[in-house]
Structures are given as structure tokens and as C-alpha cells.
């Protein structure tokens, strides 16, 4: 081959690749030091192996946290006003915490890495602002976070249980389909389908806040 090779990248693949450096768990939010309430489910016996911890995960991204989470993260990219209601859906103390601290932190970095300021927030609300800015598409950009989000979990969880490495990414593949699914309706959900029924996560991520000897900060 002669000659120098004339080569044309498509921003809009360098945009996937920013997308995907905010949704890596090297991305510094700190979110290996949140647990969301699962360090006090293993301590109470509620999480023991690989079916509790896939089934416990399932129930927050179809009526849990996470849906809700998706539901605002899918208002917010629309720039549709939410005023405290993020923050009011948080179920204690320790959950606004853990969504407030690593929405400061990733609305700073992020910020810097768009040119752009992002007003800190609760985590759904900056990560979808910081989507929409990007230009991606909504579902994508959703997808991602609950991926991201959902990963961060199991890797506490073969932390915690503890699991072997592969069983983490064994549940996390078997729970793919969930965040499609999650994924899809809270795209087309209106804020009326905002709500929970996995009392059990909410009451643990309660308790941990006075749990004596933890790991994790929520």
C-alpha cells in the first residue's frame, strides 16, 4: 500500500465514545462506595447467592428505585421542569446522598470534558442533561445508565455476598433484558407512572444509615 491514507471520523462516533467513559465504572463519581441498602440486605440474610441478588436487582428496575430513576432521567433529557421532585422520591437520607454526591461529581467532570457547566443535581437528572447537551439518543443514553447503574450493584454484591467474578457477570448478563425492557416503558412514561412497591430495598437502605460496622457509605 502506497501512499498516506485519507481517514474521516464521524463525530458522532466520538460522542459514543464519550458516552460510554461516562457510563464505565472508571469514571470517577465514586459510586463503588454505595451500596443502595444491599449491605444491610446481606447482613439480614435477604441477599445470599446469585438468584436473591439477579431477583433483588429485577425488582428495582421494574418497581423500584431504578424505574423511577428512569422515569426522571427521561423527563429530564426532554428538559421537561422538575423541580424537588428527584430529590422528594428519594426514600431516605443515605439515597439522596448517594445520588446527590455522585451527580455533583459527575456533573463536574463531565462538565469539563462538554465545555459546558451542568448544574449538580441528583445523578439521573445530571447524567440525562449531560446526554441531551451530547446529542444522543434518548433510549441509548438510558440504556447506558441503567447498565452502569446496575453493574455497580452486582460489583458490590460479589463484594459483599461474596460471589465468585464470573457469577457477577453472569447475573448482570441475565439482567439485560430487564433494562430494555425498563428502558423502553420509561421512555414512554408520563410522571404519573412514578412509584415503587420493593419496600424491602427502601426499609434496608433506611436501617444501613445506622448500621455500626459497614463497607459501603449507603
Not at 62 to 70: F, H, P, R, T
Not at 113 to 142: F, G, Q, T, W
Request: aromatic residues 6%.
Amino acid at each position: 500500500m502506497e501512499g498516506p491514507i485519507a481517514m474521516i471520523i464521524d463525530a458522532n462516533r466520538l460522542k459514543i465514545h464519550r458516552m460510554h467513559s461516562w457510563f464505565s465504572s472508571s469514571f470517577p463519581t465514586g459510586g463503588f462506595a454505595y451500596s443502595h441498602g444491599l449491605e444491610q440486605a446481606v447482613s439480614d440474610g435477604m441477599v445470599e447467592n446469585v438468584m436473591d441478588v439477579g431477583s433483588w436487582l429485577g425488582h428495582l428496575l421494574e418497581s423500584g428505585s431504578l424505574w423511577n430513576d428512569a422515569v426522571i432521567f427521561a423527563h429530564a433529557y426532554r428538559d421537561i421542569p422538575l423541580s424537588h421532585l428527584p430529590r422528594a422520591l428519594a426514600g431516605s437520607r443515605e439515597r439522596l446522598e448517594e445520588s446527590l454526591c455522585q451527580g455533583t461529581a459527575f456533573s463536574r467532570i463531565a462538565g469539563a470534558m462538554l465545555a459546558k457547566e451542568l448544574i449538580p443535581d441528583v445523578l439521573p437528572v445530571v447524567c440525562a442533561n449531560a446526554a441531551r447537551y451530547s446529542e444522543m439518543p434518548l433510549n441509548d443514553a438510558l440504556a447506558l445508565y441503567l447498565h452502569a447503574t446496575v453493574a455497580n450493584l452486582v460489583s458490590g454484591c460479589v463484594r459483599l455476598v461474596p460471589l465468585g467474578q464470573t457469577e457477577g457477570q453472569l447475573i448482570l448478563q441475565e439482567l439485560f433484558a430487564n433494562i430494555e425492557v425498563t428502558t423502553l416503558k420509561a421512555c414512554h412514561a408520563g410522571l404519573e407512572d412514578l412509584g415503587g412497591a420493593s419496600f424491602a430495598s427502601d426499609i434496608c437502605a433506611m436501617r444501613h444509615e445506622d448500621m455500626m460496622t459497614r463497607i459501603f457509605r449507603t
